[in-house]
């Protein structure tokens, strides 16, 4: 049962133009989403994170867009540049045993391409 | 800057070794997490501390176990390897927030198990 779906296993974009990341939800629970990036050989870093009661945050050239009512999350990157290809995780914070734990989509590889 | 250090970055073992994965944050942080990647799975949550000598199973706890007698180590155990443990074994901390909470993560550990 995935409760974070990434559909889009890879997306290939030309330099200076738009990414756009999707990721889908299914509880309705989540309070808080988070983007992270992972290279090859490193662990994921965080990159941007939206809280359940904002549908937009945006840091630079990265904006992460919600739709609460669809259980829809995006992150935009522009311009994208070659430095951005990696894999991206968007995550879902859920209360456990009264702490934080997160589930994780299965990521989207971004590619661009120079 | 937050540190989270794994002990090994490649390890390989038999079946039926016992195989220990440390972690250790310089953070102070409370919480702390054991993650597996694979391939068009993501991240999935193996054991997760919210304190000293405090575990929680997280969604696939089957065939490890944790320690975490000090704040700053977590440690993942699998009692018996088994081939379908090998994969990429990512640990993380954080501090407890309601706002901006983020995970930090070690460089991972590859494990091969023969």
């Known amino acids: 049962d995935q409760q974070v779906k990434q559909n889009s296993p890879s997306l290939s974009v030309q330099e200076g133009r738009i990414s756009i990341l999707n990721c889908d939800y299914t509880n309705s629970m989540f309070d808080y989403f988070l983007w992270y990036k992972k290279y090859p050989a490193e662990g994921p870093t965080f990159l941007i994170s939206?809280?359940?009661?904002?549908d937009k945050n945006e840091d630079g050239r990265f904006t992460v867009f919600l739709n609460k009512s669809a259980k829809h999350l995006s992150l935009h990157i522009v311009p994208s540049q070659p430095g951005d290809s990696a894999v991206y995780f968007c995550?879902?914070?859920?209360?456990?045993?009264?702490?934080?734990?997160?589930?994780f989509g299965t990521g989207t590889r971004l590619k661009v391409l120079a | 800057d937050v540190k989270v250090t794994q002990s090994s970055r490649y390890l390989v073992k038999r079946t039926g070794e016992k195989v220990f994965l440390e972690c250790v944050q310089d953070m102070d942080h409370e919480n702390m997490f054991w993650y597996r990647q694979d391939p068009g799975l993501g991240l999935r949550l193996i054991y997760f501390s919210y304190d000293v000598k405090m575990k929680e199973k997280g969604d696939i706890p089957e065939g490890y176990s944790v320690s975490r007698e000090k704040k700053e180590r977590f440690s993942l155990i699998l009692e018996s390897a088994s081939t379908n443990q090998t994969s990429m074994y990512l640990c993380?901390?954080?501090?407890?927030?309601?706002?901006?909470?983020?995970?930090?993560f070690g460089p991972g550990t590859r494990l091969l198990v023969l």
């Open positions: 995550a879902a914070r859920t209360v456990t045993s009264g702490t934080y734990k997160y589930i």
């Open positions: 939206i809280s359940s009661i904002k």
């Open positions: 993380a901390s954080s501090y407890p927030r309601r706002e901006k909470e983020t995970q930090y």
